[in-house]
């Protein structure tokens, strides 16, 4: 078992509760508009956890699209099927690594605070771009540090909740929360290596980053 799937499991129904909060729930409906979704779609959401952004997906893609769900932690998806919201003929879960995915020809992949964790983050972007067709779009949804004015000691509180809400080495203090943004910052770079029609917008105080481009 990786230090990932250990992590989330031991979590999974803590996370799916704060995963669920009113405010949480509006990013993640800003996140699916990113993707410009069409009924029919076929849209795959990597590191799904326990399914939340799955209800903003399907609305989008209609009856006709189809919704998948890719996590590596079986307690996670079993959390998400728990949800009637989150479950349908047009849903399906998948066990497996988001960095190589077993889907291939959809219409568009959302990635949501999943990026910070993978080691090598520029090969997972490449591999969602890889699996949509020309045309799609990918988007990514990621915490950061905020330059807002008077962040600076919020910014401090940003280093401790990475540490605990991620996986890895949650001792090592500064190290654990720089290696997350880096892995983020790289992730972004390469997703704008690889799109155009690129989209960036900030929101929750600063806090949250939301990049999104379109796959040629």
């Known amino acids: 078992m990786t230090d990932a799937q250990s992590f989330y499991g031991r979590w999974a129904t803590l996370y799916d509760r704060l995963a669920s909060l009113p405010g ?9 508009d990113a993707l410009a979704l069409s009924p029919g779609d076929a849209v795959v959401e990597m590191g799904c956890g326990s399914g939340a952004n799955v209800p903003h997906l399907r609305e989008r893609v209609g009856p006709t699209g189809r919704v998948v769900g890719l996590d590596v932690t079986g307690e996670m998806l079993a959390r998400a099927r728990t949800h009637s ?9 998948l066990r497996g690594d988001a960095t ?3 889907v291939d020809g959809v219409d568009a992949v959302l990635a949501t605070f999943v990026a910070g964790i993978f080691p ?27 330059d ?3 962040a600076a000691p919020l910014n401090v509180a940003f280093e401790g909740f990475v540490r605990l809400s991620a996986p890895g080495d949650r001792l ?45």
């Open 24 to 32: 949480v729930d509006s990013w993640r409906g800003r996140a699916a």
């Open 172 to 216: 090592s203090r500064a190290s654990h929360a720089s290696a997350f943004e880096r892995r983020v910052r790289v992730a972004r770079e390469r997703l704008t290596e690889r799109t155009v029609d690129r989209r960036y917008e900030a929101f929750g105080g600063g806090y949250l980053g939301l990049v999104s481009g379109r796959v040629v």
């Open 120 to 146: 090598d983050p520029a090969g997972a972007v490449d591999a969602w771009c890889d699996c949509v067709v020309p045309g799609g779009r990918v988007a990514l949804l990621n915490f950061q540090r905020s």
């Open 148 to 150: 807002a004015a008077l």
């Open 85 to 93: 919201d989150r479950t349908g003929p047009e849903v399906d879960y």
């Open 100 to 102: 190589r995915p077993p």
